[in-house]
């Protein structure tokens, strides 16, 4: 009778910072390595390349996580079928956040040169994952809406934004000594 029946488990949401800092992980670590292509063409085949094989192969094999997902303890799932996404979903919904990416990177390596075209290439990204900050069921962005996937916070994963707060607060509780 209903297309996508109504959720009867609520998942865990994931705070924006963390999905935030997720991102950055995967997009510097893929950034980093497209960097060494000489020419922009060479680099955008390195980095849809890096993009699809941390992003996708990774995660079908990793439980749902990419290396920044693992390490803020996120993890990918399927709406509807409330498991990991196949290759396909997963296909889907990260063209959609590579090609944004993919142009989010250009636009940053002509920054120099340009501000005003590093803002028009940035903004796609932005108006992407703005809109997780307007789901109040899932946090969901345009690319997981398009893909029907959901990001949840799991337990499996390194704690980077635990370990860096207890750090800090250690850091600060020696200073005032």
């Known amino acids: 009778m209903y297309d996508n029946p109504p959720p ?13 800092y997720a991102f950055l992980i995967d997009f510097v670590a893929v950034w980093i390595v ?7 063409l060479l680099q955008a085949i390195i980095f849809a390349a890096g993009w699809f094989g941390l992003r996708v192969v990774l995660v079908t094999r ?3 996580q990419s290396l920044g997902s693992w390490a ?3 993890k990918v799932i399927d709406l509807r079928f409330r498991r990991i996404p196949d290759i396909v979903t997963l ?27 590093t803002l028009l290439l940035v903004s796609p990204l932005l108006a992407n994952c703005g809109t997780a900050f307007a789901d109040e069921q899932y946090n969901q962005a345009l690319h997981d ?3 029907g996937t959901a990001t949840i916070q799991t337990k499996r994963g390194f704690s ?15 200073m005032r000594k």
């Open 8 to 20: 009867s488990k609520r998942f865990p949401r994931v705070p924006p910072d963390r999905r935030f």
């Open 34 to 40: 497209s960097s060494i292509g000489g020419s922009w």
């Open 62 to 64: 990793n439980q749902g």
């Open 72 to 74: 803020m303890d996120m």
């Open 91 to 117: 296909g889907k919904r990260e063209a959609i956040l590579g090609f944004t990416a993919l142009l989010a990177m250009t636009g940053l390596n002509i920054f120099f040169v340009n501000a005003f075209s």
């Open 145 to 147: 809406r398009v893909a």
């Open 160 to 174: 980077l934004d635990l370990r860096t707060r207890q750090l800090l607060d250690e850091i600060k509780y020696r």
